[in-house]
């Protein structure tokens, strides 16, 4: 069993900054890709930015500038450096992370339990 455990969300006001940071402990054999989603009430999760195990990077074009991926493969940890926050950035943000139970099995979504991220005008 994968666990993730986000932290770092908060409150802030606009043009403030946030850092948030997902571990992911447990049984754990591969990770592929990891990265955040965020999701306002009655609206779709959607995607925040991506990191695949081998650095490259996607964001989603409202972040794109304002917000940084990144990742420690030794610690199973992805971050999410947040500057230039606006009121449309509060959300709850979710970690994910792409798991596989084996080598030769194929991978998996796992989630975070959520953090809420509130930007204040």
């Known amino acids: 069993q994968v666990q993730l455990v986000e932290s770092g969300g908060s409150s802030v006001q606009a043009g403030g900054s946030l850092s948030l940071s997902c571990v992911a402990s447990?049984?754990?054999?591969?990770?592929?890709?990891m990265g955040w989603y965020r999701q306002t009430p009655g609206k779709k999760r959607d995607l925040v930015a991506s990191?695949?195990?081998?650095?490259?990077?996607n964001y989603a074009d409202s972040v794109k500038g304002r917000f940084t991926v990144s990742r420690d493969n030794a610690k199973n940890t992805v971050y999410l450096q947040m500057t230039s926050l606006k009121p449309e950035d509060t959300a709850v943000y979710y970690c994910?992370?792409?798991?596989?139970?084996?080598?030769?099995?194929?991978?998996?979504?796992?989630w975070g339990q959520g953090t809420q991220v509130t930007v204040s005008s």
């Open positions: 994910y992370a792409g798991l596989a139970p084996s080598y030769s099995s194929t991978f998996y979504t796992q």
């Open positions: 447990g049984n754990i054999v591969r990770i592929g890709s």
């Open positions: 990191i695949t195990s081998g650095g490259s990077v």
